[in-house]
């Protein structure tokens, strides 16, 4: 690996800088976690999968003037990213009651919302990420109302995006999570879509066969990780019918 600088190390990716001002490389590592870190497991070929799934959505929402720090893939691995403020929220988009949601309200997973819903959780590990509101967020600063706006409208905007993309491919969308930023351009300040969306961040359920398609697999233990991003990235036309992402290790032949 090169000497670059490395800014930040989390739990599924780094961060390191980039070749100009004001960039960053985005680098997707194989690392699961779940329950807060508690669990944890390097699921060889995961990062990237990611990588070339999150660059698919992020290319395909900058191309419908939805604002991202997406700026190009380098590598199997890496993204070049505009280096953002990051807003210390996790925004939950839920149009299918699952997770959390199904816990904490007692609603049966699987059914349909009135309406889709927007959450916002508190980015803090020590605090194990705690849902909080609107009043939460202006009264301790973490975004001020007109950012609120901004980012709801771009969370609104991304689910159907997302909804529609998945749909077309037998998928659906029953909830994701995205991280905002501020991204200065001269005196101009905008919020952006940031950080990743990948089936580590969504929950992805066949249409067919009601199969999950994401991280839940891992949280749950059901194993079969790798091959459910792959039929994901598969739909979406990333990779061709027998392609397999590099660096993934051998996937079982189901007999
Ligand atoms: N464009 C960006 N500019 C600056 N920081 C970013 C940008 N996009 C994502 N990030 C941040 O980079 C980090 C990505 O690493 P990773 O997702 O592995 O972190 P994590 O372990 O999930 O921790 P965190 O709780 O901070 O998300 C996150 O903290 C994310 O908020
Ligand atoms: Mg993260």
Redesign the pocket.
Known sequence: MSRRRR?????????YEGPEPGT?I?HF?D?A?AFN?KKHQVIDGKGVLNNRISEFIFQKLNDIGVPT?FIRRMNMREQL??????IPL?VVVRNVAAGSLSTRLGIEEGTQLPRSIIEFYY???QLN?PLVSEEHVTAFGWATPQEIDDIIALAIRVNDFLSGLFLGVGIRLVDFKM?C?RLWENDMMRI?V???ISPDCCRLWDMKSGDKMDKDRFRKDMGGLIEAYTEVARRLGILGENERPQGSGPILVKG
């Open positions: 800014i930040y190390e989390g739990k599924a990716k780094v961060l960053l985005q590592k690392d976690t870190a720090h990213i505009r280096e953002v403020e990051i996790e980015k803090n590990d990420d991280e930023g952006v940031a950080d990743e």
